[in-house]
């Protein structure tokens, strides 16, 4: 599995993402849900760039002009709350793509809350096969979500291509893929790579509970 990590470079992607982090900024919901789609927007850009594209004729009032546009049959899938802003990040700019969602949540399964499950509800796609797919997902902790995400998803069909995308992941969670995934043709997309998971399994030094940033406590 191929990683891009974008916070790698200079660009503007780091300054979206500090103001995920930062403790003051993080609080106004509207502001982290747009950076969290402004990371989408810009991450979708980049992947574009490794897209299939046709040359075609494209008829302008005064003439013809040939221009090479992207032939690839997109879905984009996510999970279910916290991927909402992200996924709506990639549709800003694959705005064709077909959608993909799944109903996920993790819970722990000791009364110490050290052991973490994921749990998968429903699922909602269109034919996935020979479509490249995008499953974004804004945090990857241990991969286990993303793992099972994609388990469920490809029971639709198996794709062409697959690419994944994540807001910050870890290295527990990016090696995890690795392991899953070995020599494939996934790529993972990241704007951030973290080094620690805490003993409930947030990223550290991470942003927090992402879902309930973008829209509030849960029960």
Do not use: W
């Amino acid at each position: 599995m191929k990683v891009v990590n974008l916070g790698a470079s200079n660009s503007i992607i780091n300054q979206f993402v500090a103001e995920l982090r930062d403790v003051n900024i993080q609080k106004d919901r509207m502001r982290f849900r747009n950076n969290v789609r402004r990371i989408g927007n810009l991450m979708a850009y980049e992947i574009s760039k490794t897209l299939k594209y046709k040359e075609t004729d494209v008829v302008t009032p005064l003439a013809t002009a040939k221009m090479n546009l992207p032939i690839d049959n997109i879905v984009v899938g996510t999970v279910f709350r916290a991927g909402l802003p992200f996924h709506q990040g990639f549709l800003d700019i694959f705005d064709q793509a077909g959608n993909a969602f799944l109903s996920a949540y993790r819970y722990y399964t000791d009364r110490e809350c050290n052991n973490i499950d994921v749990h998968i509800e429903y699922i909602a796609t269109p034919d996935l096969y020979k479509k490249t797919f995008i499953l974004v997902d804004p945090m990857l902790a241990t991969g286990e979500s993303l793992i099972l995400a994609h388990k469920a998803f490809v029971t639709k069909g198996v794709p062409k291509k697959i690419i994944l995308a994540s807001v910050i992941a870890t290295e527990e969670g990016v090696a995890r893929l690795n392991e899953k995934f070995p020599n494939t043709n996934i790529v993972l997309y990241t704007a951030a790579i973290d080094p620690i998971l805490n003993d409930r399994k947030y990223i550290v030094p991470g942003l927090g509970d992402a879902g309930d940033l973008m829209y509030g406590d849960k029960l």
